[in-house]
């Protein structure tokens, strides 16, 4: 088993085909509405519990910003529609973290650890129920893609352009 890296040479329109090649079943796309979104929210919460460095201090950034933008540019690369999408995700996901953070008596990293390990546990599950490997097993950039997979389901219904 080999996870290939292959650069931005597929569209958008590709990559959410391919992606949904491997999501076919409606249970186990019921399990990724609710886990992508428990995965991506994890990671953040995760990253933003980081102390920033001094010098992102100096300049008052803060270092999930930094990654929230790196993440966006490779969707803006993709369509920015999309992108615009998932900056008001990723921002929600983060005021939601600051609102935990500020009300709740909870230590962040170990509660985005344990989101993020059973919201993967809930994706395992749904391919197995699929009997299909995941996308990221082929291309680790499918780990991108399946929350703008899942934006690009409410952007059709919603008739916006990808």
Not at 64 to 84: D, E, G, R
Request: proline share 4%; charged share 10%.
């Amino acid at each position: 088993m080999s996870i290939q890296f292959s650069v931005l040479m597929k569209n958008i329109s590709q990559w959410l085909s391919e992606y949904g090649e491997s999501h076919q079943n409606k249970t186990n796309k019921a399990i990724h509405w609710i886990c992508v979104p428990l995965i991506l929210w994890s990671i953040l919460m995760a990253i933003s519990a980081i102390p920033n460095p001094h010098f992102l201090q100096a300049l008052n950034i803060n270092f999930l910003y930094i990654v929230i933008m790196l993440a966006v540019a490779y969707y803006a690369m993709l369509s920015t529609s999309l992108a615009i999408g998932m900056v008001i995700i990723m921002f929600g996901m983060y005021a939601l973290t600051i609102y935990i953070k500020m009300n709740l008596a909870l230590n962040i990293p170990i509660f985005a650890l344990v989101v993020f390990v059973i919201a993967w546990i809930g994706q395992f599950i749904g391919h197995k129920i699929e009997g299909k490997k995941p996308s990221f097993i082929k291309d680790i950039q499918f780990l991108l893609i399946g929350p703008i997979w899942l934006l690009s389901d409410v952007y059709k219904k919603l008739k916006i352009p990808l």
